[in-house]
C-alpha cells in the first residue's frame, strides 16, 4: 500500500476545540459532516488506517511512518539532546556545519535513548477492571486493587501478542484502553537539518512569529529478522510498513482544512475554576520565585568564575529557559480569559443541576467533593512545591535517592520496574553531580530553601526537619549555615567512590553510618513516607471523585446537543483544523505563512551562522522568494504534539507540528478560538531543502516511491 489517501474532502470543520479519540470516529464525522452520510463510512476506515498503521510517538512527541521501510518523519527539536550525545559517541559524529544526511544504511547513526512507538490496537478493558472493582472498597483500597489487576492484565497481553501493552485511563478513570504498539528500540538518523536551521527563529523565543525552523528529522526503525522489537544490531532490518503517508507537493493555502493525529500527552480542560486560579495565581507565581532564587544563586557564584561558569552552564541554561517559559504562561493567563469562560460554563452547570430534583440528588454531592479535594490538593502543592525546590540541592537529594534504594531492594515486594527506574535515575544523579556541582553553590541553594521552607505554616512543617535545623522557632540564618557546613564537611558523597559505594549498601549500613548526610537521609525517611501516604490518599480520592464529575459534564453536554471529548491521555488523537492568521494584540495582524523572503529580510543583514548563510544564499535566487517555509493554524495542540502530522483532505503530509504560537502556552488548560494557533514546518520547505542537499538524494528517491 503505496500511502493512506484520506477521503475527506466533503468535511467541513465546524469547530476546532477537542483532542477526539479513534474511537470517536463516528461523533467526529458527524461533528464535521452532518449531510455527507454517504461518505462517513469511508471516513471512519481512513480515520481508523491513520491511527493504527501510520501515526507513531517518537519518545514523548508525535511522528508518523512515510515509507515502506520504517522511515519515521517527527520534530527534531524533540530528540535534539538525542542526536548530540549519540553523535559525540560515534566515530564519525556530526559536521558542524552541515546537515545530517545518511547516503545509505550503512551512514546511518545509531540513537540512543530514542524509541519508536507504532500503535497496532486498541482494546477497552472497561468492564473487564471494573467488574473487579468492588464499589465498597476505600478510594485505597480501590486505587491498590486497580495496581494490583493491571499488572497480570498487561503481562497476559505481552506475552499473548509480543507487543507492548499499556493501560491508558480515559476521563481519570470512566474508561480504561489497552493499547497495544510495537516499540521500536533500535531508531537511527537518516536525515536532520543543521541545528542552526532547526532552531531559526526560535532561539529569542520558541513561541514567536514568525519563525522560519527546519524543525524536522528523518529516522528509521529497525526490528529483528521475526520483525520483533530488538536492541541495536547490525543484524537487525529495517521495519516493513504495512502503510504510510506520502508529502504534499501543493502544500495548503489560507483557509484550506487540515487534520492533525498527534499524541497529547496531559490536559486539564475540566478542572474548575478555583482550581485554575489557584494554580495560577498562587503556585505558579511561587514556582517562578523558586527558580528565580535558584538561577540568581548559581550566578552569584559564577559570574566571576569561568570554571564554576562551565561546571554549571547546564544548569543556569535550564533555569533561565524554564523562568522564560513560566513568565510567558503567566502572562498568557493574565490577558486571557479561561477563568471567566470556565466561570461561566459552571454557572450554566449549576442552573442545570438546580433545574432538576433528580439531578440536584445526583450531582450536587459530586461537584462540592472535587471542590473540597481540589482545595485540599492545593494546600499539599503549596507544601509539595516547596520541598520539591530541594531538588536543585544535589547532595542531600542524592544521599535520600541511595537511602531509597536501598530499601527498594530489601523490600521482597518491590517489583523490577520500580527497582529499574530508581537505579536509573540514581545513575542519572550522580553523573550529573561528577559533571556539575560545587558544594559552596549547593550549601547556598540548601540556605534558601530552607528559609523558604520556614515560611510554610506550622500543619505543612515536617517535625523531623525543624528539628534537624532548629527552626522550631524560627529561621536564623547564622545557626542554619553552621549546622549546614557541619553536614557537609562530615559527609563524603563528594567523592565518586563513595558515592559509587553506597549503591550496594545495605539499609543496616545506611542506619549505622557516620556519614552526615547519610544520616540526615535516614532521619527524615519517616517524614518523607507520611507525605508519600498522604499523597497516596489525596490521589486515590481523586481518582474515586473525578470520574464521577466528569459524568455530570457529559451529561449536561448530551442534554444540551453539545459534543464531548476526553483529556489528553498520551494516546493518538485527532483534531481538525484551518490555516490561519491571528490577531495578538491591537492594530497588529499575523499572516499564516512565514516566507523565504521573510528569513532573507530577518536574518541577511545580521551574521549568521554559516547554515544559516549557505541556506540564504541558495533562497536569493528570484523563483523561491515565495517559498512557504512555515504556516500557523487554529489547530488545539498540547504537550506531545510536536512531530505530528498535518494533513489535507487527499491524506497527504502538508507539514508537521513544531510548536504553539505564544497564545497557545496555556493550552492545557484553555483553548482560545481567536488566538490559539499552531505553528507548522511547510512540506514544500521540506521537500525543497532536501533537493538542494546532494547527501539526500537516496532519501528523496525513497520518498518519491512512497509518493
Keep these: 500500500m503505496a500511502s493512506v489517501a ?354 440536584r440528588q445526583l450531582y450536587t454531592q459530586v461537584v462540592q467533593r472535587v471542590t473540597e479535594l481540589n482545595q485540599q490538593q492545593y494546600q499539599q502543592s503549596r507544601r509539595d512545591l516547596t520541598l520539591e525546590n530541594f531538588n536543585y540541592v544535589q547532595l542531600p537529594s542524592l544521599a535520600q535517592q541511595l537511602y531509597h534504594y536501598a530499601l527498594l531492594r530489601q523490600d521482597q515486594t518491590s517489583n523490577s520496574t520500580a527497582l529499574k527506574q530508581a537505579k536509573h535515575e540514581l545513575t542519572q544523579s550522580m553523573q550529573h553531580i561528577a559533571e556539575h556541582f560545587d558544594s559552596r553553590v ?57 558515592r559509587e559505594a553506597w549503591l550496594t549498601a545495605n539499609v543496616e549500613q545506611f542506619v549505622q553510618s557516620q556519614d552526615t548526610l547519610i544520616s540526615f537521609a535516614v532521619a527524615m525517611q519517616k517524614s518523607h513516607e507520611k507525605i508519600q501516604q498522604q499523597r497516596q490518599l489525596l490521589e486515590a480520592e481523586l481518582a474515586q471523585a473525578w470520574p464521577a464529575y466528569i459524568e455530570v459534564w457529559q451529561a449536561f453536554n448530551d442534554a444540551n446537543n453539545l459534543d464531548f471529548y476526553a483529556d489528553a491521555n498520551g494516546t493518538l488523537r485527532l483534531n481538525v483544523a484551518q490555516v490561519k492568521g491571528y490577531q495578538p494584540r491591537d492594530a497588529v495582524w499575523y499572516q499564516p505563512f512565514s516566507s523565504a523572503k521573510g528569513l532573507i529580510d530577518n536574518f541577511g543583514r545580521t551574521e549568521a551562522a554559516p547554515a544559516v548563510n549557505k541556506l540564504m544564499q541558495q533562497l536569493q535566487q528570484t523563483e523561491y522568494q515565495s517559498l512557504p517555509i512555515n504556516f500557523l493554524t487554529n489547530a488545539d495542540i498540547t504537550s506531545g504534539h510536536a512531530g505530528a502530522v498535518t494533513l489535507n483532505w487527499q491524506g497527504n503530509i502538508v507539514g508537521i507540528v513544531i510548536d504553539g504560537a505564544c497564545e497557545t502556552v496555556i493550552s492545557d488548560w484553555h483553548y482560545d478560538e481567536q488566538h490559539s494557533r499552531a505553528i507548522h514546518v511547510d512540506s514544500r520547505y521540506i521537500l525543497w531543502q532536501l533537493q538542494q542537499d546532494k547527501a539526500a538524494k537516496t532519501l528523496l528517491t525513497e520518498l518519491s516511491r512512497a509518493n
Design 442 to 498: 549547593d550549601q547556598s541553594l540548601a540556605l534558601q530553601f530552607l528559609a523558604e521552607y520556614a515560611k510554610l505554616p506550622p500543619e505543612h512543617r515536617l517535625a523531623d526537619l525543624d528539628h534537624y535545623f532548629a527552626l522550631k522557632d524560627g529561621f536564623n540564618v547564622e545557626i542554619v549555615r553552621h549546622k549546614l557546613e557541619a553536614i557537609y564537611r562530615g559527609s563524603k558523597l563528594s567523592d565518586k567512590a563513595q
Design 6 to 359: 484520506l477521503l475527506l474532502c466533503c468535511l467541513s470543520a465546524t469547530a476546532n476545540e477537542g483532542f477526539w479519540q479513534t474511537a470517536q470516529q463516528t461523533e467526529l464525522a458527524t461533528h464535521l459532516a452532518n449531510n455527507h452520510a454517504n461518505t462517513k463510512a469511508d471516513i471512519i476506515n481512513k480515520l481508523t488506517q491513520l491511527s493504527l498503521a501510520t501515526a507513531v510517538k517518537v519518545n514523548n512527541c508525535s511522528g508518523a511512518l512515510v515509507a515502506k521501510h520504517g522511515l519515521v518523519l517527527t520534530s527534531n527539536n524533540c530528540i535534539a539532546d538525542k542526536i548530540a550525545q549519540s553523535a559525540a559517541l560515534s566515530v564519525e559524529g556530526l559536521v558542524a556545519n552541515d546537515n545530517f544526511a545518511a547516503i545509505d544504511a550503512n551512514k546511518e547513526l545509531p540513537l540512543q535513548g530514542v524509541k519508536i512507538t507504532i500503535p497496532q490496537q486498541v482494546d477497552d478493558v472497561t468492564l473487564v477492571i471494573k467488574r473487579q472493582l468492588d464499589s465498597q472498597l476505600t478510594p485505597q483500597q480501590r486505587l491498590i486493587k486497580l495496581q494490583q489487576l493491571t499488572e497480570p492484565l498487561l503481562q497476559q497481553c505481552e506475552l499473548q501478542t509480543k507487543l507492548r501493552c499499556q493501560l491508558h485511563t480515559v476521563d481519570g478513570g470512566l474508561q480504561y484502553k489497552i493499547v497495544k504498539s510495537l516499540e521500536i528500540q533500535d531508531v537511527r538518523l537518516v536525515y536532520a537539518p543543521n541545528a542552526a536551521l532547526a532552531q531559526l527563529g526560535q532561539k529569542a523565543d520558541a513561541n514567536a512569529w514568525p519563525q522560519y525552523s527546519a524543525d524536522y528529522v528523518f529516522l528509521r526503525g529497525y526490528v529483528d529478522l521475526k520483525g520483533q522489537t530488538a536492541d541495536f544490531s547490525l543484524q537487525n532490518v529495517p521495519h516493513q510498513a504495512e502503510s504510510f503517508l506520502a508529502f504534499s507537493t501543493q502544500g495548503v493555502s489560507e483557509h484550506d482544512d487540515v487534520l492533525v493525529a498527534g499524541f497529547p500527552m496531559y490536559s486539564q480542560r475540566y478542572q474548575t475554576a478555583a482550581a485554575v486560579s489557584l494554580q495560577f495565581e498562587q503556585l505558579e507565581p511561587l514556582q517562578l520565585q523558586y527558580h528565580q532564587q535558584a538561577l540568581g544563586i548559581i550566578q552569584k557564584h559564577t559570574t566571576s568564575n569561568s570554571r564554576l561558569a562551565e561546571t554549571y552552564q547546564h544548569q543556569l541554561y535550564w533555569l533561565a529557559k524554564i523562568i522564560t517559559q513560566e513568565q510567558k504562561q503567566l502572562a498568557r493567563f493574565g490577558h486571557s480569559s479561561v477563568i471567566k469562560n470556565k466561570l461561566s460554563q459552571e454557572a450554566k452547570l449549576a442552573t442545570w443541576i438546580n433545574g432538576s430534583l433528580v439531578r
